[in-house]
T-cell receptor, first 115, second 116 residues
């Protein structure tokens, strides 16, 4: 399967713990996006990378959240000192930045539950 | 920032009938409008998209129309089938001429139910 993959698929943690999620984009895609989706809502944009550069961060991305894409391939999203309000599905998407190509393809997501 | 409104939140149609989902957006600079289908426990799947230089686009049983003046766009599904049952999301973003889109702003979704 050559689609976007995410790991882990599910994560249960206690309030105050740190968690890290990984996203592997489609291999030739140079843009990578992170979104958060809560129950009954559409995904909300968090941040995106072009290659290894983080180009935009949403106001939703508090200081407890940090994302990296060190070699322009896979990306990690870390949440420090988790809170119950962080419980959500964290989605990763990738796209190929070429003229006329804007399609973002999503992975299956990581469902985070903070107890 | 951009705001996308989507209606209805739930839509139930008989198998074989058509379904229409409508969205409005607030930022006149937005120029890229994709539609996603999300099944339970899965990530959103891109089903069709449209750019602001086009008024309509069709792909087999699905079509999307865009009215830039009114800032609204719609998804049309004809000859609905049971496998069309899912949550559908519209989205909007600004895409630069050099390619690539900013983060998408999504609507809240429409739960489409196909009655057999």
């Amino acid at each position: 399967d050559t689609g976007v993959s995410q790991d882990p698929r599910h994560k249960i943690t206690k309030r105050g713990q740190n968690v890290t999620f990984r996203c592997d984009p489609i291999s030739e895609h140079n843009r990578l996006y992170w979104y958060r989706q809560t129950l009954g809502q559409g995904p909300e944009f968090l941040t995106y990378f072009q290659n290894e550069a983080q180009l935009e961060k949403s106001r939703l991305l508090s200081d407890r959240f940090s994302a990296e894409r060190p070699k322009g391939s896979f990306s990690t999203l870390e949440i420090q000192r988790t809170e119950q309000g962080d419980s959500a599905m964290y989605l990763c998407a990738s796209s190929l930045r070429l003229a006329g190509y804007n399609e973002q393809f999503f992975g299956p997501g990581t469902r985070l539950t903070v107890l | 920032g951009e705001n996308v409104e989507q209606h209805p939140s739930t839509l139930s149609v008989q198998e074989g009938d058509s379904a229409v989902i409508k969205c409005t957006y607030s930022d006149s600079a937005s120029n890229y409008f994709p539609w996603y289908k999300q099944e339970l426990g899965k990530g959103p799947q891109l089903i069709i998209d449209i750019r602001s230089n086009v008024g309509e686009k069709k792909d087999q049983r699905i079509a999307v129309t865009l009215n830039k003046t009114a800032k609204h766009f719609s998804l049309h599904i004809t000859e609905t089938q049971p496998e069309d049952s899912a949550v559908y999301f519209c989205a909007a973003s600004l895409s630069y001429s050099g390619g690539g889109a900013d983060g998408l702003t999504f609507g809240k979704g429409t739960h489409l139910i196909i009655q057999p």
